[in-house]
């Protein structure tokens, strides 16, 4: 089982990042897939999840607008569009998947190692 997320950095305020998830051929045929996301000193925060099969994908409140989840099946590839970057979404990103669309971490399964994306302002 393997998820791996990538694609941080250091971007001004304002700026755009793309992240990527890498999963192992079982997992990424999960139903559901999120991205979550921890700031230093807080909990694991929801930042967004899909059901593919429904096309359903439920936004933070936060990020809607601005943050964009897609996959590429071909690449087995997860990705998370960030657009209009705020110094408050620097946090560690994780992706993982799960069975339901739920904003709470504990409901889903496997977790990755994080990437982390700092916003300067």
């Known amino acids: 089982v393997q998820l791996q997320a990538s694609g941080g950095g250091l971007v001004q305020a304002g700026g755009s990042l793309r992240l990527s998830c890498a999963a192992s051929?079982?997992?990424?045929?999960?139903?559901?897939m999120a991205w979550f996301r921890q700031a230093p000193g807080k909990e694991r925060e929801f930042v967004v999840g899909?059901?593919?099969?429904?096309?359903?994908?439920l936004y933070a409140d936060s990020v809607k607008g601005r943050f964009t989840m897609s996959k590429d099946n071909a690449k087995k590839l997860v990705y998370l569009e960030m657009n209009s970057l705020k110094p408050e979404d620097t946090a560690i990103y994780y992706c993982?998947?799960?069975?339901?669309?739920?904003?709470?971490?504990?409901?889903?399964?496997?977790w990755g190692q994080g990437t982390l994306v700092t916003v300067s302002s």
């Open positions: 993982t998947v799960g069975s339901n669309v739920v904003r709470e971490a504990a409901k889903y399964t496997y």
């Open positions: 051929g079982s997992i990424f045929s999960s139903p559901v």
């Open positions: 899909t059901r593919w099969a429904r096309g359903y994908t």
